[in-house]
């Protein structure tokens, strides 16, 4: 399984924009980029998931590299309760099991 | 409308008890994953089922047993719980494609 790279933290101002990064260098073509957060003593939560092209849902946005070896999740104005730990992992495309693994995440901290 | 639903939520075993962990999803989804997540870490994957009848091992399967006899129920099996099965269980669903993961709120399990 292809793996991902994160910053362990990041901090935001409420009702700003946060810019979450992810790389996954390894990436293969048939990798689908999957984003969750997990809110405090709560389950994962599933965010946006995408392939090649930017996507766009109502809860944030994911901009994907040209290369797919990076990806970023914009949290498009932060309130506090985005203060969670956010996830961002490769699905394999081509597996039929659709196994998702967890790395460490990015702890956000939304400041008011 | 209740998704994945998990039972028991909390609960304290001893050294050497079994228990079952019950977890139940209402959406038809043929796949459905139990992780583990040991505090401050991300989800380890311990068994995963792609239909009824049809069960695998994940990255950490050892102490545990599943069955998956509907698709409705997947239940976790502990045989001889150890101080290292400490830990919070969640259990999770999805339908074919590439739709996002449904975990329930988890089983926080302690063994003393």
């Known amino acids: 399984d292809a793996k991902t790279t994160q910053p362990n933290s990041m901090e935001s101002n409420e009702e700003e924009p946060v810019h979450l990064p992810c790389n996954h260098s390894?990436?293969?073509?048939?990798?689908?980029i999957h984003w969750y957060r997990q809110l405090p003593s709560q389950g994962p939560e599933y965010v946006i998931h995408?392939?090649?092209s930017n996507v766009n849902n109502r809860m944030a946005s994911l901009a994907i590299a040209e290369d797919r070896k990076s990806s970023t999740l914009i949290l498009h104005r932060a309130t506090l309760r985005d203060a969670a730990v956010y996830y961002c992992?490769?699905?394999?495309?081509?597996?039929?099991?659709?196994?998702?693994?967890f790395g460490q995440g990015t702890t956000l901290q939304v400041k008011p | 409308n209740a998704g994945v639903t998990q039972t028991p939520k909390f609960r304290i075993l001893k050294i050497g008890q079994s228990m079952t962990l019950q977890c139940a999803q209402d959406?038809?989804?043929?796949?459905m994953y139990w992780y583990r997540q040991d505090p401050g870490m991300g989800l380890k994957l311990i068994y995963y089922?792609?239909?009824?009848?049809?069960?695998d091992k994940g990255e950490v399967p050892n102490g545990y047993n599943v069955s998956r006899s509907t698709t409705e129920d997947f239940p976790l099996r502990l045989e001889l719980a150890a101080p290292s099965q400490t830990s919070v269980y969640f259990c999770?669903?999805?339908?074919?494609?590439?739709?996002?993961?449904?975990f329930g709120s988890g089983t926080r399990l302690t063994v003393v």
């Open positions: 999770a669903s999805r339908s074919g494609g590439n739709y996002g993961y449904t």
């Open positions: 390894t990436i293969s073509g048939t990798d689908y």
């Open positions: 995408g392939l090649t």
């Open positions: 992992i490769l699905r394999a495309g081509s597996s039929n099991t659709g196994k998702l693994i």
């Open positions: 959406m038809n989804h043929n796949y």
């Open positions: 089922s792609v239909g009824a009848g049809i069960t």
